[in-house]
């Protein structure tokens, strides 16, 4: 009798084990076939803008020998006053910001040779006429012809509306995404249904035709013209 009962619950455990065995085989199986009726594309919109301001940094300096201190911060005053009347003279009046004075010592390799610094002032300009900001940068030889060591960095340019473009793009890119899905479930006899779901990507501001893009996004600022692309990544089903 305890023989049968032991056969009885073995043939039990058995039997639920196969079950349980043939449910996770089935779910499985549905898995599958859940995961052959999606599929995930990339896709993109582009728009060309053009930049709507611009910055434009440099510094002048001079470098005086340490018993000329007092003379240098004179000079400096002098540079700074040409260079004022030179913004304003152009149309820029209130549209530029000198920093004060810094001072750094002249690093030279002979301990013995006379202390030098360099005094230094920053400037940056700001304004909403990219075109004439550009103009501006042309013309700091007028500046070395007044005896001024100026310095500049080229001009950058930046786009105000990106993140409204960003949003009027999307619907663009996700279309571009679905026609691509189409052309690849196309292949196995499956139609595009609907949009499961759908992430936008970096977003690259580029120059006008460049081609070069970063996995991490990109913003030029060299150029006025520029061309914003955005990617989204998309999930669709499939029927």
């Known amino acids: 009798m305890e023989k049968s009962n ?11 084990a196969f079950l349980a065995g043939t449910y996770l085989v089935s779910q499985t199986f549905l898995a599958v076939k859940k995961m052959d009726n999606i599929i995930s594309v990339s ?13 434009w940094t440099g510094n002048f300096s001079r470098t005086i020998a340490k018993d000329a201190l007092a003379e240098g911060y004179a000079l400096m005053r002098l540079d700074e006053k040409a260079i004022t009347d030179f913004f304003q003279s152009e149309g820029f009046g209130g549209q530029f910001e000198i920093s004060p004075i810094f001072m750094n010592e002249v690093y030279k390799s002979d301990p013995n040779a006379p202390k030098e610094y ?3 002032q920053n400037i940056e300009v700001k304004s909403n006429d990219v075109n004439k900001t550009k103009e501006l940068a042309k013309k700091t030889e007028i500046l070395a012809q007044k005896g001024i060591i100026f310095s500049a960095y080229p001009v950058e340019y930046y786009y105000s509306k990106l993140p409204e473009v960003r949003v009027s ?3 663009e890119a996700i279309k571009d995404a679905k026609n691509r899905a189409a052309s690849i479930a196309q292949s196995s006899g499956k139609i595009v249904d609907s949009i499961k779901s759908v992430s936008m990507g970096v977003v690259q501001v ?6 070069d893009v ?6 030029d600022t060299s150029a006025i013209d520029k061309e914003i692309m955005i990617t989204v990544k998309t999930t669709f089903s499939l029927k």
């Open 118 to 120: 360099n005094l230094i």
């Open 206 to 211: 580029m120059t006008a035709g460049a081609v």
């Open 214 to 219: 970063s996995d991490y996004g990109s913003y």
């Open 169 to 171: 793009l999307l619907p």
């Open 43 to 55: 896709g993109s919109a582009k728009q060309l803008v053009q930049a709507d301001n611009a910055r």
């Open 6 to 16: 032991k056969l009885i619950i073995f043939g039990l455990i058995l039997g639920a």
